[in-house]
Each structure stands twice: as C-alpha cells, then as structure tokens.
C-alpha cells in the first residue's frame, strides 16, 4: 500500500470509490481509519476513538486480535482457497459446522456457508421456499417480516427490511414479503388497550403475525422473519411474551420461523443466540458478522433437521440449487475456528453478560436529561431514545437532526457510533472494559447536554 496524504486520499476515495449509502454529500470529509486496538479505533490524523458500535455491530472481541491474523496467514500458506462445491470440502469448514452446531440452538445442525448476513438472508427465503415445494406445497412461498426490521440489501433481502428508505430508488421490490408493526415497547406498550384475546403489549404485538397470516391465507406464507433484537432499526427489544407467541403462531398455521441473529449472534446480547432469552428456538438461523468478529467475511444460515432430511431426501433432479463461490472458504472458516477460540478461552459471552448489564446500568444516568424518552438495550446491544416530550410519546421534527448533532457532538469527545432518526445506537465489543463504558456514558452525558443547552 502506498504511502500517501490525508488530502490525497480523499482525493482518490472521491474520484474511485461507490460506498454503502452513498451521496457524496454526505462525504466531504470521510473519516479515514488505519489502526485499531482493543475497542479503540484510530483516524488517519491520529484521533482516536472508541468504537461505540464495533465497526458495524460486528467487531465483537475487539480490533487487533493477532491470533486471528496468524490463523488467516496459515490458511493463506497451505491453502487459501478450494471449492465447497458439492463432491468437494474442505478441514475447516467441516470443523466449523461441527463446532457451531454445538454452539447454536439444539434444533440447528446442519449449516450452509456465505460471505455475510444479505447472503444470509437469501439463502434462508430460498431454503424454506425450497422446503414447502418438497413438502408439495408450492404456493407457500411469500414472506412476512416487520417494520424497523433489517435483513440485509440485495433485492430480495431489501424487499424483507422493514426500513422503507432502502427502497425507493429500487424498485419495484421483490414481490411476496408483507410487513407488521415491530413490538417496539417505547410506542406499543404505551399505545396498548386489551382486546382481541390479548392481555399483554407483547401478545397483542405478537398477534400481528396471526392477523397478516389469516389474511394473506397461510397456505400461500412460507416464513416469518424476525431479528430476536432489531439493530438497525433502532435497537428494540421485544416484550418478554413476544416471542413465544410467535412461536406458537408459527408453529400452528406451519410457517417457518428465520431468526436473524446476524447483529445477536455470539455474545451479543450475553448469551451465545439471542433467542435463548425467551425459551424459542427457530427453523432457520441467520449469522454472520461475529461469527468472524468482522476479520473476514462470512454468514450462513443454521437449519433444523426438518429441513434437512428435506434437503437431503429431495430427488435429485429436484436438488437444492442454491451456491456462491465462497460458501465454506478455507481461510474464512479458520479464521472464524480461531475467533471461536478466543471467545471461549476468554469467556467472552460471560463478559459480555457482566459489562453489558454495567452498561445498561450506567445508561440509564442519561434519563436524566428530559429529552432522553428512554434508554434500552440487552447486553452489549443498547440506545437512547431522543424525544421532545417523552411522556406523550411526542418526537422532534424530523427536520431538526437531532440524532445527527448528538452524533457529531459525541464524535467530537472521541466516541464513534451511528444513528437512526433520533435513536443514538451503542454496540461495543464484547471486550470493552468497564472504564471505557463509563467513558461511553460521559460523552454521552455531554453530548446531549451539548445539543440541548439553553
């Protein structure tokens, strides 16, 4: 890599480079980062940070991991690629699924391998639109997700999140996905009122699914899909009773339940699977991004034996036709081998649990500012929610930017994070310490006392 200026790379980014979301005005002056350590990522200039969302909700233990590296370099010397195609394998892809279904959900052994979490997505609508043909059920093939929800943005990916501003400079949208409410608490359990057999704010929400089902006819909906904590939407945590009446209703009108646990997954939320919480298991499970703690590129999905043996009994001219040049790459799967082996040398799902209950802790000293309507979270997953009156529920004008100035404000004091709308979004790594959470906390203390003054 050549040496060269900050000015001079921005020059060359502007002229060369397409990013995710891109407009260019939005990019005047890119943030260029060359070194991290730990939680701490450092910019081109010298400032230092921390990473507030581990590079994008992915970096679980933490930059700098020299063991992984040393894991991809050998790989790399022995053999850094081979195909995963049918009739051919590989050592560490075999290690690796054996290894994850030890680690997952007792229902989810089998694995298919991709390069992250839209891969992810694709390959589990292809599955189980593939398993209701073999059950001889063609026409169950639609999809039902959730507003706030994301799943990822190739097409069919996109046309499952439920955040409407991905869409509309690509559509027309993949036909068949239909969307619910999210259980968002802050708003649902607020607005509730009993009725339609529902007691609770999580059953009522949860009743959603039953709705849209009975109404789009449940011999045409092949699955829900559903991340156990939506990320990107916001950090939202469902009500305790949600998920096991998603269950239910899953189970009653046979549609298969998608966990994407691409953001939950590996010791996110304190445990291994985030759906662990609340008793549930899924059909499919989506991963990627701590799968490798973001060192290289790999997702998946996880696959009960239900699905399986239809995979594996299909006739063979009606065989599961679904591949990417990646899937089980030798150098990717060794590096995920050694992140795994970290995680569990280190404890770090335990850690996690214990600095993510002291960050959630800490961050409830943040309501005290009247434009705090809440702060959330579950484990080393949180936000704050930024309101103008947080007891009617009243949000700012959109036109405002309120998220956007906390966010340049808490840039400034040396924390990076992102936002959505007026929701500030925390995802640190699992490795974070305690002093560095209460400095997570400070700036953010600041931050909205910097915005609100006067």
């Known amino acids: 890599m050549k040496e060269r200026d900050l000015q001079s790379a921005i020059e060359a980014d502007h002229a060369h480079l397409i990013h995710p979301l891109h407009h260019p005005s939005a990019h005047t002056a890119p943030r260029i980062w060359v070194k991290g350590k730990g ?91 593939f398993f209701w043909k073999t059950e001889g059920k063609p026409d169950k093939w639609k999809v039902i997700s959730r507003e706030l929800g994301y799943h990822g943005v190739t097409l069919a990916a996109m046309s499952a999140t439920g955040i409407s501003s991905y869409w509309p400079m690509f559509e027309p949208r993949t036909p068949g996905f239909l969307h619910i409410a999210s259980p968002y608490p802050y708003f ?131 065989r599961y036709m679904h591949a990417y040049t990646y899937s089980g790459h030798p150098t990717t799967c060794a590096v995920a081998l050694a992140n795994l082996d970290y995680f569990e040398r280190e404890d770090v799902v335990t850690r996690a649990a214990e600095t993510g209950a002291y960050l959630q802790s800490c961050l409830k000293t943040v309501e005290r500012h009247p434009q705090v309507g809440e702060t959330r979270g579950l484990g080393m997953l949180a936000a704050v929610e930024l309101m103008e009156d947080g007891d009617s529920r009243k949000k700012f004008d959109p036109a405002l930017k309120i998220g956007e100035k906390v966010q340049v404000e808490t840039a400034q004091r040396g924390l990076w994070s992102r936002v959505r709308e007026d929701v500030y979004c925390l995802a640190p790594p699992l490795t974070t310490s305690r002093g560095e959470v209460d400095r997570i906390v400070d700036i953010l203390d600041q931050s909205i006392a910097a915005v609100f003054k006067g």
């Not at 590079?55 to 690629?81: C, D, F, K, P």
């Not at 009446?245 to 998608?258: A, G, K, S, W």
């Not at 010791?267 to 008793?279: E, I, K, Y």
């Open 39 to 129: 939680s701490i990522i450092t910019d081109m200039e010298g400032t230092e940070f921390i990473d507030g969302l581990s590079g994008l909700w992915n970096v679980n233990i933490g930059h700098g991991r020299a063991e992984l590296a040393r894991a991809a370099q050998s790989q790399m010397e022995t053999l850094a690629y081979a195909s995963n195609y049918v009739g051919c394998s590989n050592l560490n892809a075999i290690e690796l699924a054996e290894r994850l279904a030890q680690l997952t959900y007792p229902s989810i052994n089998t694995f298919f391998f991709a390069s992250g979490g839209g891969e992810a997505t694709e390959s589990a609508i292809k599955t189980a639109r």
């Open 188 to 318: 649902f359990n607020y607005s509730f009122k009993p009725g339609n057999g529902a007691a609770t704010p999580g059953i009522a929400a949860a009743n959603l699914l039953e709705e849209a089902i009975l109404k789009e006819g449940a011999d045409s909906i092949a699955a829900f899909i559903a991340e156990p904590v939506q990320g990107a939407g916001g950090v939202i945590v469902p009500q305790e009773d949600y998920f096991p009446r998603i269950r239910e209703i899953c189970d009653q009108y046979e549609v298969l339940f998608i966990a994407d646990e691409v953001i939950t997954g590996f010791g996110r939320t304190g445990l291994w699977f985030a759906l662990d919480h609340w008793g549930v298991e899924p059909d499919i499970l989506n991963f990627a991004k701590g799968v490798t703690s973001g060192y290289l590129p790999l997702g998946g999905i996880g696959i009960n034996d239900r699905i399986r043996k239809a995979i594996h009994e299909a006739d063979p001219a009606k």
